[in-house]
């Protein structure tokens, strides 16, 4: 499903009131509400909308567990740190207990080490690996989490988190896998400016090739898939 919004604000509002109720729901049925949240620039207003009184009043956040779809391997003081930027603008305001929020980086192992450690937290925390909601990004290259164009990651099949050396970029990356993405309940992709309507064309419309635009691997196999888009970046799809 695709839903277009005039406003990059009524994208947000929109996706704001979809987190409070999965959490809601998830809560009610399960006693918890497991979600992955998403790096990059695209989240920043809506952290920011679900820490205001309004928004976090309606969620119960001590049964809230958070993950992140991926990481830039760097220290969580680092500005370039995924996790950082979820503290800063909502995780530091909200009444969540630290024991229910798993940063996807430590200084004590290996990147490679850490993914097998996170899959092992993901399965104790979960039920068989199936987040409530994973919310996601995409770049205007096509690649969503670290699921970068030309990686071996993309045909990973067994394993739920991967890290590995990012060439172009010098650094590690740490990401969900697709394959384990692909379970959770909700996906919502949030994508939004002009710059990615050629990406977005591409994965929605375009041919089959999931190699140059990884965010094609995204196909929930029982949950639902949204894609959150404003005017711009839908503006070369018909
Ligand atoms: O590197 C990353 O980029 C994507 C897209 O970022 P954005 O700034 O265009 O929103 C993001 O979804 C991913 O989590 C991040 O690590």
């Known amino acids: 499903m695709i839903e277009i919004f005039d ?7 929109y996706v704001a009131n979809q987190f409070v109720s999965i959490a809601q729901k998830a809560i009610e049925e399960n006693g918890k509400f497991v979600v992955a949240l998403t790096g990059g620039s695209s989240p920043i207003d809506l952290h920011k909308l679900l820490a205001t009184d309004e928004y976090q009043s309606k969620i119960d956040w001590e049964k809230v567990y958070i993950f992140w779809g991926d ?3 760097v220290p969580l003081e680092d500005d370039r740190s995924n996790a950082k930027m979820a503290f800063t603008t909502l995780l530091d305001h909200v009444n969540i207990p630290q024991g229910n929020i798993f940063p996807m980086y430590n200084d004590v ?3 490679e080490e850490y993914a097998i450690e996170y899959q092992q937290l ?8 199936t987040f409530d909601l994973i919310l996601l990004g995409m770049g205007d290259d096509g690649h969503t989490a670290s699921l970068f164009p030309h990686q071996k ?3 990973e099949q067994d394993k739920w988190v991967e890290a590995y050396y990012l060439e172009p970029q010098s650094m590690y990356r740490i990401t969900l896998t697709a394959p384990l993405i692909n379970q959770a309940k909700n996906i919502q992709i949030i994508v939004f400016g002009e710059n990615k309507a050629k990406a977005l064309y591409e994965v929605l419309q375009g041919e089959n090739n999931p190699t140059e635009y990884p ?7 029982n949950g639902e898939l949204t894609f959150l888009v404003d005017k711009a970046a839908a503006s070369q799809t018909k």
Request: no cysteine.
């Open 71 to 73: 990481e830039r391997w």
């Open 7 to 13: 406003k990059k604000d009524e994208l947000i509002s």
């Open 109 to 111: 192992t290996s990147p």
């Open 153 to 155: 990651v993309l045909d």
């Open 122 to 129: 993901i399965k104790e925390v979960t039920s068989e690996g």
């Open 215 to 221: 965010t094609q691997l995204i196909k929930p196999t």
